[in-house]
């Protein structure tokens, strides 16, 4: 695991968008694996400025790592609407260039292997942008996933509905259910880059990366991938040993 400390969650976003560039540069297929949720915001503005700036993303198709069950796709919180909102829009890019998975499918099993048939036939993910949660889930991949897993379907624990809340009007809002990559998913793309910023990521960040590799801590199953890159500010880095010179 390489650890960048960046002067903020912004400057964080700004070195997590070189690398993301860099590593899409040499790939033919250009497959990009999107996270949603407050961390990732700096990395997409920075992309974002990058196409401004004459960077050409036109044909890089995105995945999307999960998506609540029961919020119907126009609900301004579905994982549909933010990810066109806030990553196909600004990136320049067709909203049907980004899938997302299916949360309202009748039959969310069928979905979920449609989801993983998609991405093999897209010929895997080239960079996976991810967030972690403050107790170590990747995707809505929880606590006690198991290493093995792939696209399916999960019950969300209380304390990522009660973080989550703060987008929705109250606690009771928050969906119960979501559908998401799995751990081994996540594994499999070539290349993975976690954005942290703020102390209450910093003791998921510790355990993430000096701890033990352990299913109890999602995040700390990267340990094994060949190509992990964490892009911190001070704050989520504060509780690590020895912190890296800042970027
Ligand atoms: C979002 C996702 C989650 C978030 C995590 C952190 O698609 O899969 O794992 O990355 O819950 O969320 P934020 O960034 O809002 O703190």
Known sequence: MRIVVSAGPEEAGEAAARLVLQRLSVSSGRV?????????????????????????????R???LDEYIGLPREHPQSYHSIVERDVAMP??????????????????????AAYEAAIAAAG???VQILGIG????????????PRGSRTRMVRLEES?????????????????LAITQGVSTILEARSIVLIASGEAKASAVRRSVQGATTEDMPASLLQGHRDVTLFLDPA?????DRVPAKA
């Not at 989520?236 to 690590?240: E, G, I, Q, V």
């Open 236 to 240: 989520a880095a504060s509780l690590l």
């Open 32 to 60: 990009l694996g999107v996270a949603t949720g407050s961390s990732p915001g700096p990395l997409y503005r920075a992309l974002a400025a990058s196409v401004r700036a004459g960077a050409d993303l036109s044909d890089v």
């Open 124 to 126: 895997g993910i080239d």
């Open 62 to 64: 995105g995945f999307a």
């Open 160 to 176: 990522t509905r009660r973080a989550n809340s703060r987008f929705f009007r109250s606690l009771d809002d928050v969906p119960t």
């Open 91 to 112: 990136l320049g890019l067709r909203p049907e260039a980004i899938l997302v998975p299916e949360g309202q499918a009748p039959d969310p099993t069928s979905a979920a």
């Open 134 to 145: 403050t107790n170590g889930h990747i995707g809505f991949n929880e606590p006690g996933s």
